[in-house]
C-alpha cells in the first residue's frame, strides 16, 4: 500500500531543488522565468531563511511524499486581514492555504491532491483555494479534495482593481474554493441564547 505524507518544515532534501526547479516551468504558476538548478536551490534556502515566499510568512516548505519518493510541494500559508475580504472571509475563525503547490507531472491524476487536503486540514481546517482562471486540473482537484466553491474573483485591465461582478472592463482572474466550515465549531461559537 502507497502512503501519501506531508513534511512541514523549511528542510531542503536535494530532489525538493530539482522538483521546485522544475515547477518554475509550470505556466499554471506564473513564475516569471523558469529557474536552474542552481538559481534554485538559491532561492529555496533565501525562502527557507526567511520563511517568506511572494511577501507572506509560510509555516513551511512543506514536502509531498509518495512512500520516500518527493513528488511535490507546496508554500503553506495563514491568510492575511487584508485578504480576508477578497476570499469572502466573514467569521472569526483563522483560514489558510496551501500556497503555491505542485504535482510532477507523472503522479498527477492520482488523487494526492486529496490526501494532502486530508492530512493538511487536521491540523489547519479552513482552507482557502485559490485557483488561476481556466486551470481546469485545479479547480478539479481541489472539487475532488471536498473543497466547495466561493466565487469569482475579477480584475481592471490594469490590474489595480478587482471585483467580485464581470464588470465591463474586468477580465476574469481567479475562483475561490473553500473547505465547509465545520458546523459542530459554528455552533459552538453562536450558542443559541435561549440556552444561555
Ligand atoms: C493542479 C495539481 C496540483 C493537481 O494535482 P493532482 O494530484 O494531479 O490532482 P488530482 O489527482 O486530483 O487530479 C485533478 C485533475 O487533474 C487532471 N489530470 C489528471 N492527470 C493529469 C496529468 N497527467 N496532467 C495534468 N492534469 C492531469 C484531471 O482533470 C484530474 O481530474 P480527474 O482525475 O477527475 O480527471 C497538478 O495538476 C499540478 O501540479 N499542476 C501544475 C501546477 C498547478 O497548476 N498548481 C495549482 C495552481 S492553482
Not at 523558469?34 to 534554485?40: C, F
Not at 498527477?108 to 481546517?125: A, D, L, N, W
Not at 481546469?136 to 466547495?148: D, F
Amino acid at each position: 500500500m502507497t502512503i501519501i505524507h506531508l513534511t512541514m518544515d523549511f528542510i531542503i532534501p536535494k530532489k525538493l531543488i530539482e522538483v521546485y526547479s522544475k515547477s518554475t516551468h509550470e505556466r499554471a504558476l506564473g513564475y516569471d522565468e523558469p529557474l536552474n538548478l542552481e538559481m534554485a536551490e538559491k532561492k529555496l534556502n533565501q525562502y527557507a531563511q526567511t520563511q517568506m515566499y511572494a511577501g507572506f510568512k509560510r509555516l513551511a516548505i512543506c514536502k509531498i511524499w509518495k512512500d520516500d519518493e518527493l513528488v511535490g510541494y507546496c508554500l503553506p500559508r495563514k491568510i492575511a486581514d487584508s485578504e480576508r475580504r477578497g476570499f469572502l472571509i466573514e467569521d472569526g475563525l483563522d483560514w489558510y492555504r496551501l500556497g503555491t503547490i505542485f504535482i510532477l507531472p507523472e503522479y498527477r491524476g492520482q488523487g494526492i491532491i486529496e490526501t494532502v487536503v486530508k492530512q493538511f486540514t487536521i491540523k489547519y481546517p479552513n482552507l482557502v483555494w485559490k485557483n488561476c482562471a481556466l486551470n481546469i486540473a485545479s479547480a478539479t482537484a481541489a472539487k475532488k479534495a471536498g473543497m466547495v466553491f466561493s466565487h469569482n474573483v475579477y480584475h481592471s485591465a490594469d490590474n489595480k482593481s478587482w471585483s467580485f461582478e464581470n464588470v465591463d472592463d474586468c477580465y476574469f482572474g481567479y475562483q475561490v474554493f473553500k473547505t465547509p466550515v465545520k458546523q459542530g465549531v459554528d455552533i459552538l461559537i453562536n450558542k443559541p441564547t435561549h440556552l444561555l
